[in-house]
């Protein structure tokens, strides 16, 4: 199956990318520049396309992330510290980035003749992310199908929707990702914070997966604070 890759340049996308590319026919990685706070993700997503020796297309999305205001990804807003599963962290919500990306995402697909979009979107987004759960991705395939129907027949890949962040991280592992060649933090430090809602995500998948976490954090066990504060909460 000819797929194209939506890669952030983080864990998630970047395991994606290497599971796609040992299973189906990966054709390109597809990342998006929407003013996030930093830009750091991209050069990690560049990278994996490097690795991988396919096409990486960055998609200036910047004027449209501009209107996407309130998000601590996107605003002068503190991102906030903390386990992924507190209401605190709705502040890093963008709202409908994933269906726009995706939308783009399909056009690209249909144009180059390839027959999947992945996405790596998982069970451990759905507290926060509207736009990760089952509901929407299903209904988003379906709308797609309808838009192109008589043009190109592509489906949205999505493995992890039904998973954990560990699923991921274990089958980062089998397929050999370099995870230390992968940026998660929001925050966008020399090092990757520990502290964030994605790092805090990261480290504990790392846990539960029971894989050696090769990440340099600068705070690396404040997880560990986070986790026993949300099962006390």
Not at 53 to 64: A, K, L, Q
């Amino acid at each position: 199956m000819k797929t194209i890759v939506i890669c952030s340049g983080g864990l998630d996308s970047v395991s994606l990318a290497h599971m796609v590319a040992a299973e189906h026919e990966l054709t390109r990685l597809v990342s998006f520049d929407y003013g996030q706070r930093h830009r750091k993700e991209l050069d990690y997503a560049a990278a994996c396309a490097k690795r991988l020796s396919v096409p990486h297309d960055v998609i200036d999305m910047r004027s449209i992330g501009a209107s996407l205001s309130g998000s601590a990804l996107t605003d002068d807003i503190d991102v906030p510290d903390g386990h992924y599963e507190e209401d605190s962290m709705k502040v890093t919500v963008v709202p409908n980035r994933n269906a726009i990306m995706l939308t783009i995402a399909y056009g690209i697909a249909a144009a180059n003749g390839d027959q999947a979009v992945a996405t790596a979107v998982h069970g451990g987004d759905h507290f926060i992310y509207p736009d990760c759960r089952p509901a929407f991705t299903e209904a988003f395939d379906a709308m797609q199908r309808a838009a192109l129907d008589g043009y190109a027949d592509v489906q949205l890949y999505t493995p992890f929707v039904h998973g954990s962040k560990g699923d991921i991280v274990t089958a980062g592992a089998k397929y050999d990702t370099p995870f230390a060649e992968t940026w998660s933090c929001y925050k966008g430090h020399a090092q990757q914070c520990g502290r964030c809602g994605t790092c805090v995500e990261r480290r504990e998948a790392f846990h539960l997966a029971g894989v050696t976490d090769p990440t340099l954090y600068e705070d690396p066990d404040f997880w560990l604070e986070a986790l026993a504060s949300k099962e006390n909460s």
